[in-house]
Every structure is written in C-alpha cells, then in structure tokens.
C-alpha cells in the first residue's frame, strides 16, 4: 500500500512535465496543418492577391499561397525584404508599402535570407517559419523562470506561449514572436549576471522592432551606486542604442530616409484604449453581438488587468518590472491603428508586459484570479491557429513531378464560381455546391502524369450526384439525406493543361438551416489527388 501510494505520488508529481511536452507536441501538429503542398508554409505569411501585381519579379514566379480577396498583410512586404535584402533593387520601392519603414526591421529578413544562403526562394520559406522555430525556442527558454515542476509553472508558461498575440505572430510570420525571444534571452543573461551580453542581445533585437529597445529598461539601473557604476549602465544603453542609430544612418543615406510608423499608431494618453472599450461593449450590447468583440473583450480584460498589476505594485529594483513599467507606459499611448481590428495588434506590440506579468505575479491561491484575467487571450488563440482549408484539396507524390520546372506551377485542383468558399475542421476540409459545379484538374507539366484521385461527397437531402468528363459519366448515385459516399478515381491519366470534371445534380440547391442563408446542392469532401508517375502510354483505367 505504502509503495502504490508513492508511485502514485511520483506519477502526479510528474504530470506537470508531461503537460509542457504535450503542449509542444499538440503545437507543432497545428502548425503542420499550415504545410500546403507546393507552397510549404507560405500561408502563414499572408500575402494578399490584391497586391500580386506589385511584388519582386522572383516572388510573383515563384509558387506560394495568397489570399483570396485580400490585401494580404505585414509580413508579406517583410518576406520580400528576405527574398531581395539588397535595398538599391528598384523593385522594393513596387514591391513594398512603405520601404522605408519596413527596411527598419531589417534583422528577420537579414536572418531569413543568411540562412537561406542568399536564395532568394528559400529565404520566402524560411521567413515563413521563423516565428515557429522562435514559439519552440522561446518555450525551452522559458523554463529558466517556469521550470516544468509544478502546475502554477505550467500555467504561465502556457499562459505566454498561448497568449493571443504571439499565436497570431506565428499565424502571420510576423516580427513579435522572434522580438519577445530576444527580449527574453536579454533578460535571462541580465539575471544570469551577464549584463554586458545582455545590452548586445536587446541592441540587436532593435534592428527587428524600435520598441524592442524598450526592454533596455532592464539595465536601466547601476549595479552599484558609484562613478564606475553609472558609467557601466551609460556604456551598456550605448550598446543598446548603436545598431539602430547606425542602421537608420545607412537607410538614410542608401534610401533616403528612415520611414515613420504611421500617425495613427499613437494618440493621447488612453484616448484610443477608451475607444476600443467602447467599441467593443458596444457591440456586445448589440444582440447577435459578432463573436470578434468576445475576443477583443478578453483582450483589453488581459490587457487592463496586467496594466494595473504594475501600476499598483511597484517594484523598481526588479529589471523584469521596469520593462513591463516602459511597455505600460506604451500601452498609455498608443493609438487607433494598434487597438482596432480583431481583436487588435496591442496583444502582439506588449507581449513583454505579458511576458512579465507571468513571471512577476506572486505565488498563492490569493493571486491566481489575478493570473487567470490576465491571461484570458489564451481562449482567443483557437480562432488565430485555425488551419487553412488547404484550398479545398490536397496534393500528394514526388516533388519532382508536383511542379513543372521554371513555371513555378503545381498539379491543382480550381473550383469554379458555383462553389461557395472553402472551409476546414481540424479532421476535414471541404466545399459546398451551388448547384451543378466544375473543378479543373490541372497538370502544369508537358508530359501526362498517372493519378488517383478521391474525394466524400455528401448532400443534405435526396438527390441524384455525378461526375463526368468530356461527355463520360465517371460516377452517378442517388444519394439519401446525410448520405456520405467515398469516389476514388483510380490510376487516371491526366493529361498536359486543364481536365474539366462537370459535378451535376438533378435538383435545385436548398437551404441547410441553422441559421445558415446560403442555398447549397452537395458536399464535397478531402479532395486528394495523388500523382503516381509519368503516365508515359499507359491508358486510364476504369474506376471502381
């Protein structure tokens, strides 16, 4: 009895560990769901089809997801920077919005592309990852102040790495999750006694974001009140300060200027935090009130909760307040641009506060309503790591055979306008019908290729569903109300260009309910293609 109770108290005592591992696990099967093949992981840095006619030359021939509609957003113009580091190319002042601004935050292009060797294709792709491998780093480090023995570590440690804004950092490829790893790393060598490092890490994290320099409040105190103490913290903020000041000298030299941050970005004290509150209690006063304002509302709940921890609990001697003081100070003012929008980027621009807040919050049952609030963008992280559709289909076989050579064009799969917008769960991705549809099947390469193709289709209600291409009925049931049924297209020889599949259907398109307005025909489900070989002379075969 006495050693099943100790076993059993070894195995508790080890749950702990085993929830930091399953977290890094569980996260890196979600980011494995952004891989498209063909494109690897350039979905995550949303580039927008509303400015494809603008990019670098290299980016526009080169194969990688943009979103439908949309004009993309930040790190798409940071990517290009990776792909072409060199500012005097011509084509950044198309390519970009605002060259000269973006050139500030030169230091995760500079990586991307050295990392990369200089290739210009390859710096997109692992610009588009960085903040994935920065998630997995920042979680090892954090173990310095979390380590993996107790459940009170665990919560704040995922309440960092599961916080709003560093989830979308990774979601958009964006510069605040490899800032926060730098401010953290600054940190760690700062308590380690190791201020000196300390000044060239958070000196060079600037060269990423200007307002990483505000965790140069970490050594904003002499270690010793004497001359040789203030000449050391002088000395240390002038290694801080020196690889911006001698970035913007170059840029404005090399470009002309050094770009502004918008005047947006800042306002008078609180005026655009109190419109944010606002905005957001107003619309969930609103009945039927948008989901979004929930999350903008947890938001600013972390966020003033976490401003009025330090507020009220001053601790001056300690570096990790003094950098959660100077980010408090830049919540005071920052403006419209940074609090609006869903459910605004302040999650992301003072994700150090966060950081701080988790480290700096007191031990005890009586604090942990106080962790708990400031930690609610946790529940808003879901909607930000949500996978693509995948293009409502997904391409398998041998790389070689995926793209044709030079064109940057893959073996795909293009719905027509008779189908409504993708969606995805995390187990499926699909398309409803409007009504009888097509999808083209299209092979890029000069040669046919020999594939398999399946799909589920299901519909809502009785109605007859087939296939046919070029006047050849593939495939035709009579599918029952909630009927899911799997087609696989086996060993099809798809030929150079475009294969044209007519989806029909004998019945109108209805409405599904639940609230749902659109009227839709039949389901179409896991489209997959997967290409065998060279078709060479090998004729279809039948399916079954």
Known sequence: ????????????????????????AVFVWICSQFYLPGKGFTYLIMFGDQEHARYLPVLRATNHYELENSPGYDAQYYAQLAMQPRLSDPALTTGLDNLEYRARRILFCWTASALALGDPVRAMHIYAVQNIVCWLLLAALMLYWFPAVSWGNFLRWFGVLGCFGLCFSVRGSLVDGPSLLLIAAGLALAQSGRPWWSAVVLGVSGLGKETNLLAGAALARPSENTVRGWLAMAGRGVIMVLPLALWLAVLAR????????????????????????????????????????????????ALTVQFLFFALRPRWSDPW??????????????????????????????????????????????????????????????????????????????????????????????????????????????RWSKGSATVTLRNPQSYALLVTVSFTIRCNDVREVGLWQEGFGRWERTLQRGEMRDVKVRNMRLEPGDTVWNFKTDRPPINPGNNDPRKVAFKLSNLEIDVLGRADDIPPRAMR
Not at 5 to 16: E, G, K
Not at 254 to 267: P, S
Request: glycine share 8%.
């Open 254 to 301: 090399w470009i002309g200027g050094i770009g502004y941050a918008g005047e947006r970005n800042f306002a008078a004290p609180f005026s655009a935090y109190v419109g944010k509150w606002q905005e957001t209690l107003g619309q969930l006063m609103t009945p039927g009130s948008d989901p979004l304002a929930r999350m903008s509302a947890l938001m600013l709940v």
């Open 1 to 24: 009895m006495a050693n099943l109770r100790l076993f059993l108290q070894r195995s508790l005592h080890r749950l702990p560990a085993v929830a930091y591992v399953a977290t890094v």
């Open 321 to 430: 307040w003094r950098v959660a003081a100077a980010y408090s100070a830049l919540m005071i003012f920052l403006g419209a641009a940074v609090w609006e929008g869903y459910p605004g980027a302040a999650s992301r621009v003072l994700l150090p506060m966060t950081l701080a807040f988790n480290i700096l919050v007191p031990r005890g049952r009586k604090w942990l309503i106080v962790l708990l609030l400031g930690n609610l963008t946790v529940f808003a992280s879901y909607d930000a790591l949500r996978a693509p559709a995948r293009e409502s289909f997904r391409v398998e076989g041998p790389s070689a055979l995926l793209m044709a050579p030079g064109s940057g064009q893959t073996v795909a799969a293009v719905f027509d306008d008779q189908w409504h917008p993708d969606e995805r769960s995390r187990l499926e991705y699909w």
